[in-house]
């Protein structure tokens, strides 16, 4: 099993990877918790950054991506 990093970086890169395998419009909740528990995590350890970088630089653009890829889901739907 391999070992995967805790480093906020590499969490955020990970979660970008499972948005974008999101194929249906259900697996983007899944993929919306998982920021939602990932911005309790940064709330909850680092208090100070967070609201002065992280939601800035971490949060808000995992939150857009899975908007745009909600759009995108069902703009294949509706075609």
Not at 42 to 68: G, Q, V
Request: charged letters at 30%; proline letters at 3%; a positive charge.
């Amino acid at each position: 099993m391999e070992n995967r990093s805790t480093h906020y970086g590499d969490v955020s890169k990970w979660i970008e990877k499972v948005i974008d395998s999101c194929e249906t419009y259900q697996q983007t909740f899944t993929a919306s918790s998982l920021v939602t528990n990932f911005r309790k995590q940064l709330m909850k350890n680092i208090p100070d950054k967070y609201w002065n970088a992280y939601r800035y630089e971490l949060i808000w653009p995992l939150e857009n991506k899975i908007i745009t890829k909600r759009q995108e889901i069902q703009g294949k739907y509706f075609k």
